[in-house]
């Protein structure tokens, strides 16, 4: 039966036609200054939101959708109609998003997505539906059941089948898990610049009177700045990471994973297990410390720009634990006893060098500065070299059969396991510039499929019988 | 033509001899906008009173790039090459930085041959293969080469497809 969506879409519709002109209105509005200042202010502003709201109810009177026995349709345009139809079979995620606006009516948003590669957004996104609308298409999904011969209600569970292995994030993983996350960085960096700037833009008077009043103590001040710096970073990082993965459910249903998160807005992604390209098993430096991986999953769908890259199965798990988890909730079996192939310690030094030799750029940069803010730039370089270490000594790859392949590349003091299946490697790259010919050193580049991209695994100086090993590995059958 | 990939027994396949007039071609383009920016410095110069040295950097770039680009033609032509085999495709370019490529037969999923005026002038055809993920080129072949290449890719992808 063709449906409309919940009249609520007409509200999502115009936020989203506000949003799609706020260029437009702006431009007229300066441009038209004048005359809207001569009583023609409240007519315009009449007029515009009528026309958008006009459109808002149009758009949502145009579109329907029909959820089939094994394909959903949609129909959706207002001058051109466009007629989507999605198989069942083809669907390679759902996202059940529940802002927190839509939580108190049980309301929600679907994103739908296939492999297709010809769109950067879900092939088909339901603005406002049901919780009805929701349980049907994942019943649907699930079995294909005949529309004619079963009635879904409110009370019809979401999914029939039972949940074979679950993971719920502790409160103390969480807590951990936000204190140790990186986001803390780039707050860091923008309230740096923030200091940095209102040192120049405060008169000289006054900064010096703040010197005076500690008695000359200059090192005082930065030591107070930079711990008022890190704290607040903190905080902020620590809140961001704890709204959006509270509450943290992943489960899986036969071949289906189910991952649910968020404090406002919940966040529900149902995928296929055949349809992740890779797993990712990511360790900050921070969290090296206290033994914690987070389990990523490379995908193949398309998505929208603004999301997450990849999805987060699991996001914080010590690593003696992470095997179990990833048999159960993966249904990956993973060798225990692998040793990584590392970086030979001659081709190690590059690292170092390269990291070393970027570093400068941003060094010049800052020798610019007031003081003592330039002299941060010595810990530029000192950053940029350990960075190099940490990477050179986190690069490696472990040949595990036939068919699968591990890889380690590292970047900024963080480390990323990557588990790939042969199948999945759409392609392999040796890179070899000229003066790295007389050393016999190759870069690899391992190409796996995500969302709608590409994902480039990368591994630096490596020696020729290294990557003969694994160019020989990929072509055998 | 010898493979620069870890697997040096592998043999490659060249381009034919006239891809060498399309990167000259190529290069003598790139020249031409490097043009505007020259003008631009000389007018600002000129007019404006920017500092000569601006004029002289972009004069430089005028002259050394489309140089550097048409000197290593013949180097760069040694290093690219193809090979088609029933499992993989392998492609190789690059001087100063070379690359190669393995793609699986399997992971194709399709197959353009593109041809602008140069090429069409010099009786070639460019040969794009997408993956799901990535895009690769083969620069130039001879028409009848291309279709071939692209008869063989196909049928090898029909029969080797696992899902």
């Known amino acids: 039966m063709t449906k409309h969506l ?59 959708f029909a959820i089939r026995n094994s394909a959903l349709t949609i129909h959706y345009g207002i001058i051109v109609r466009h007629q989507e139809h999605i198989p069942f079979g083809r669907i390679q995620t759902v996202r059940e998003n529940q802002p927190w606006y839509l939580r108190p009516l049980g309301l929600y948003q679907l994103e739908i997505e296939t492999s297709g590669k010809s769109l950067n957004k879900a092939e088909a996104q339901l ?19 005949d529309s004619e011969s079963q009635e879904i209600t409110a009370d019809t569970p979401v ?14 993983d969480l807590n951990i898990f936000a204190l140790t996350s990186q986001g803390i960085v780039p707050v860091i960096l923008v309230l740096s610049w923030i200091v940095n700037k209102l040192q120049e833009w405060l008169p000289a ?20 700045l930079i711990l008022g710096v890190l704290v607040i970073g903190l905080l902020v990082s620590y809140a961001q990471q704890l709204i959006k993965f ?16 968020g404090l406002f807005s919940r966040h529900q992604t149902t995928t296929d297990l055949k349809r992740i390209q890779a797993i990712c098993l990511s360790q900050t430096a921070l969290r090296q410390i206290f033994h914690l991986v987070s389990v990523e999953l490379l995908l193949a769908a398309s998505q929208d720009s603004g999301q997450q890259k990849n999805v987060l199965a699991v996001p914080v798990i010590q690593r003696s634990a992470v095997w179990q988890q990833l048999k159960q909730l993966l249904q990956i079996s993973v060798d225990l006893n692998f040793k990584l192939t590392q970086i030979v310690s001659q081709n190690r030094w590059y690292y170092l060098r390269n990291n070393f030799l970027w570093s400068l750029l941003i060094v010049i940069h800052m020798t610019g500065w007031r003081w003592p803010w330039g002299g941060l730039s010595v810990l530029v370089t000192i950053f940029a070299v350990l960075a190099g270490i940490y990477a050179s000594r ?11 392949l591990y890889l380690q590349s590292a970047r900024v003091f963080q480390r990323d396991l990557f588990i790939i299946d042969k199948r999945k490697i759409q392609s392999l790259v040796w890179q070899q510039s000229w003066w790295m010919q007389a050393k016999h050193n190759y870069h690899l580049i391992v190409n796996v499929r995500q969302n709608n991209g590409n994902h480039a695994i990368r591994l630096k100086y490596l020696t020729h019988q290294q990557a003969q090993q694994i160019q020989s590995w990929y072509k055998s059958i | 033509m010898q493979s620069i990939g870890p697997d040096q027994s592998q043999v490659l396949e060249q381009l034919p001899e006239q891809i060498k007039t399309t990167w000259r071609i190529t290069a003598l383009m790139n020249g031409f906008w490097l043009l505007l920016p020259l003008v631009g410095a000389i007018l600002a110069w000129q007019f404006w009173r920017w500092p000569i040295w ?27 090459g193809y090979l088609i085999s029933n499992e993989f495709v392998t492609l190789q370019s690059g001087f100063f930085f070379r690359k190669q490529v393995t793609i699986p037969i399997t992971r194709i999923q399709n197959v353009t041959l593109e041809q602008g005026p140069v090429l069409r002038w010099q009786k070639l055809q460019a040969v794009r293969i997408d993956t799901a993920a990535t895009s690769h080129h083969i620069e130039g072949v001879s028409v009848k080469k291309a279709d071939a290449l692209k008869t063989a890719i196909v049928r090898y992808a029909l029969e080797e497809q696992d899902d």
């Open chain 1, 394 to 404: 986190n690069t490696g790859y472990y040949i595990e059969s036939q068919q699968r």
């Open chain 1, 246 to 261: 509270f509450h943290f459910h992943a489960q899986r249903q036969g071949h289906q994973l189910l991952i649910s998160q």
């Open chain 1, 205 to 224: 008077a006054y900064w010096h009177k703040v010197e005076r009043s500690f008695a000359g103590q200059s090192l005082l001040i930065l030591a107070v």
């Open chain 1, 127 to 145: 603005a406002v539906v049901s919780a009805v609308v929701v349980r049907e298409l994942a019943q649907r999904r699930q079995s294909n059941v």
């Open chain 2, 54 to 80: 601006v004029v002289i950097i972009a004069g430089c770039l005028f002259i050394v790039l489309p140089a550097i680009q048409l000197s290593i033609v013949p180097y760069r032509y040694h290093f690219t």
């Open chain 1, 6 to 64: 919940h009249p609520l879409a007409i509200a999502v519709n115009l936020r989203d036609i506000v949003v799609q002109n706020f260029f437009w209105l702006i431009l007229i509005g300066v441009n038209f200054r004048k005359l809207l200042q001569k009583g023609w202010f409240i007519p315009v502003c009449v007029g515009i939101s009528g026309f958008f709201v006009g459109w808002a109810i149009l758009k949502y009177w145009r579109f329907t």
């Open chain 1, 159 to 172: 999914h029939s089948k039972t949940a074979e292995a679950t993971y719920d994030i502790k409160n103390r």
